[in-house]
DNA sequence: CGCGCTCTTGACTAGGGTCAAGTGCAGTGG
DNA sequence: CCACTGCACTTGACCCTAGTCAAGAGCGCG
């Protein structure tokens, strides 16, 4: 048993927020994924348009999926941190929709889409759980999109870095008062939909607020309870509080 | 055959833009179906945080997906049409994570879950093509979040029109310079982020225009080369280009 | 040493929100 | 037949949030 499937593992950590896998389950999760691959900070991973994309498994780093406008504007659509997938709800289309990149140095490996399959008719336990992480990421998306629509600057600011609080802390990488957390102002300003100028000033009216500090790719919360109370932040939608079903 | 296989059936026309479905295809797709039900404009058909919840096939009238958040506002996330799936993507969830209303009158059929997941295990061709619709439904929030994240109001409205009326075509609701579409201003506000007032504005400059006209329940484009010159419109994320593969 | 990148701050602008008033129905009930 | 109500739509005046433009600081690196 490797990494992938060890305790430790945050692929694994996040799966046992849906159910608990057993032993022949993980044993075919692993037969799914190809070796690992070091890619550095910067490398493109999937490219919208392109065709025979793959998915896989980010084990260790940061990526985002992002879209790129005509007029050069960049959307970031989402954050992937280890234990994500990446393109795996774009799989059954003809071309991927978006794109993927690697925002550090990352670790990730390639899934089978033929065994993928597989398992879709012969290991039905493991297919849901793999179901359940696409669609937890589709409701991540949802939400976020809530909030650009929605929210103000910094009401989204604060939600999406509690999100990212919450999902890190479930695959063990961070406490519930701070999280290391390697985005740019300008890649966290792609990702809210903001400037980073004007990310920067919301940023700087929350640590005077003390509410919390990102600095030095460290996210502290300094009074969580008035975030949560102002975001309204509800971790129901990432589908983890309950045990397994 | 009854009508939700039959070749002017909206879901039939949606999924042979992907692959052909055999008749032993079909067939199955029949038995995932109940009865069709009707609901009136209004009815909430799933709401958010619902347990076992269902997924639905639309077969007639339009509905609305939805968030609403804590200060009250809503953020519509798509509108599906005939054809479309209400809450597909979140039946892996233990509760659904967005609210679907009708828009007004509908007839839907819900869908056997139970049935569904013996589709995967014998069905492959069939699930595959299921997996494809969702998987463009996801394609289409994310396109959605881009828009509202990184264009202005008008270049915003103009695309998400555009797009409607390429997927009324679709399923042969629309010709290419029109079709009908039963969302009040109100409505279309919600779904991008607006105001209905600003909106409003925003309808009348492109009338004034000569772009496009949205009146009496009828989206009528005066100019759609120059409407996709604007948006940078480009339907390959609605994955219905290409051949089936 | 100079280059480039991230972050920071200030001054100004503009796109879109808010408030307010009014029009034109369709429906309802006297 | 006509008031009355409610809803969708329209328009104007004003304001504020967030974008734009500009400049500079701190830092890693060739």
């Given at each position: 048993m490797n990494q992938a499937t060890s305790p430790t593992d945050p692929l694994t950590r996040k799966l046992s927020a849906f159910t608990s896998l057993r032993p022949e389950d993980a044993a075919f999760l692993e037969k799914l994924?190809?070796?690992?691959?070091c890619c550095s900070a910067g490398k493109e991973i999937i490219y919208e348009g392109q065709h025979r994309h793959s998915a896989y498994l980010l084990h260790e780093g940061w990526t985002c999926s992002y879209k790129r406008l005509h007029d050069g504007?960049?959307?970031i659509i989402d954050v992937q941190i280890p234990g994500d997938?990446?393109?795996a709800r774009s799989l059954p289309l003809r071309a991927s929709d978006q794109s993927f990149v690697a925002l550090t140095d990352v670790e990730i490996s390639r899934i089978s889409t033929e065994k993928l399959w597989e398992a879709f008719r012969?290991?039905?336990?493991l297919a849901l759980a793999l179901l359940w992480a696409t669609a937890r990421d589709g409701a991540l998306v949802v939400e976020h999109l809530a909030g650009i629509g929605r929210r103000d600057a910094l009401t989204r600011t604060a939600h999406f870095l509690l999100e990212l609080g919450a999902?890190?802390?479930l695959v063990g990488r961070g406490t519930?008062?701070?999280y290391s957390c390697p985005l740019s102002q300008n890649i966290l300003a792609d990702a809210l939909g903001l400037t980073a100028i004007h990310l920067n000033r919301v940023l700087r009216?929350?640590?005077?607020a003390n509410l919390l500090v990102f600095r030095d790719g460290v996210v502290t919360f300094l009074d969580r309870e008035t975030l949560a109370e102002i975001t309204g932040f509800d971790l129901a939608y990432l589908d983890?509080?309950?045990p397994a079903r």
């Open positions: 994924l190809g070796p690992r691959i504007a960049r959307q997938f990446l393109g012969n290991e039905p336990r999902r890190m802390k519930a008062d701070s009216q929350m640590r005077e983890q509080s309950a």
